[in-house]
């Protein structure tokens, strides 16, 4: 029982599916200003859609991933789970993350969910196989959650402040994955996937890194300057922790020629991501 649990968390790729939930309650929270009951399904469909998703990436991607060695051992390659297997538990996750979202936070936001899915794995997978810059429009799919979070809180899409929410949350994807390409970029080559370590030098990636880290940075000082966070000890929290990204960085661009571990800084930015949403959260609540 154990072993099966542990293979469906892997084939829904549950670290990265709860990130997405919490999104989506950062989104009610801004929206409500309250913490209430309502919450919960909305949060709970997101996290099914979510997975669902990602086990159905696993089914598009199974051929790419048995060529891998990150990848290798995923539930399809390693013969844990069938295609098949894989292709039902995708459905059946996405049925009930979909019916979960219409019934705790109506048509619109179950359809934010599965446009959301349409995206990753209709658009953003397919992309990948061709372009090696298709994490950008596929970093679409980070700001979706937040926004089926706000109309589940009673939000408008008509809201000004949401364009700016869904683009903080759209353009920290894009130096997150480009650090795995740091990391893994040659396997996705041998793979077979266009990758941009074919394209630019390790430096020139790096570079380009730096700078979407820095407008990952910037970005999240508008939040209070358009007032989405309104209160001056938040303020001084996402002032803070852009400082301190932007400087725990530097050390990218200032190598002088030697290897840099992208890991590190791959838990930097997403303890940074952590830092703004609890700050959004407990803004929202005050």
């Not at 297997?85 to 048509?107: D, E, Q, V």
């Not at 303020?235 to 400087?247: D, E, F, K, R, Y």
């Not at 571990?261 to 930015?269: G, T």
Request: glycine letters at 8%; one cysteine or more; proline letters at 6%.
């Amino acid at each position: 029982m154990g072993s099966y649990l542990q293979t469906l968390a892997e084939l829904a790729k549950v670290r990265i599916t709860f990130a997405v939930s919490l999104t989506t309650a950062t989104g009610y929270l801004l929206a409500r200003e309250r913490f209430d009951a309502g919450i919960i399904l909305p949060a709970a469909g997101i996290f099914l859609l979510a997975c669902g998703s990602s086990a159905l990436n696993h089914f598009q991607e199974r051929d790419k991933d048995a060529l891998m060695e990150r990848t290798r051992n995923r539930p399809i390659p390693s013969g844990r789970v069938s295609p098949a297997g894989a292709l039902l538990i995708a459905l059946l996750l996405s049925l009930s993350g979909a019916g979960l979202l219409y019934l705790g936070a109506g048509l619109l936001a179950m359809q934010l969910g599965l446009l959301a899915l349409i995206w990753y794995n209709g658009i953003y997978t397919p992309l990948k196989r061709r372009s090696a810059f298709a994490v950008v429009p596929g970093a679409v799919i980070g700001s979706i959650p937040p926004l089926a979070g706000w109309v589940a809180g009673g939000g408008s899409l008509a809201d000004p402040h949401i364009p700016l929410l869904a683009f903080f949350f759209f353009i920290w994807q894009v130096p997150h994955f480009w650090l795995l390409m740091l990391k893994y970029g040659k396997e996705y080559e041998s793979a077979g996937f266009p990758s941009i370590t074919s394209l630019y030098s390790t430096s020139q990636i790096r570079n380009t890194t730096f700078i979407w880290t820095m407008a990952t940075a910037v970005t999240a000082l508008m939040l209070p300057v358009f007032g989405i966070v309104s209160s001056l000890t938040a303020g001084i929290a996402v002032l803070a922790s852009a400082i301190w990204l932007i400087i725990s960085f530097i050390p990218v661009i200032r190598t002088n020629g030697t290897t840099v571990n992208p890991k590190p800084y791959f838990m930097k930015i997403n303890y940074f991501i952590l830092a703004i949403i609890l700050t959004l959260s407990l803004d929202s609540l005050g």
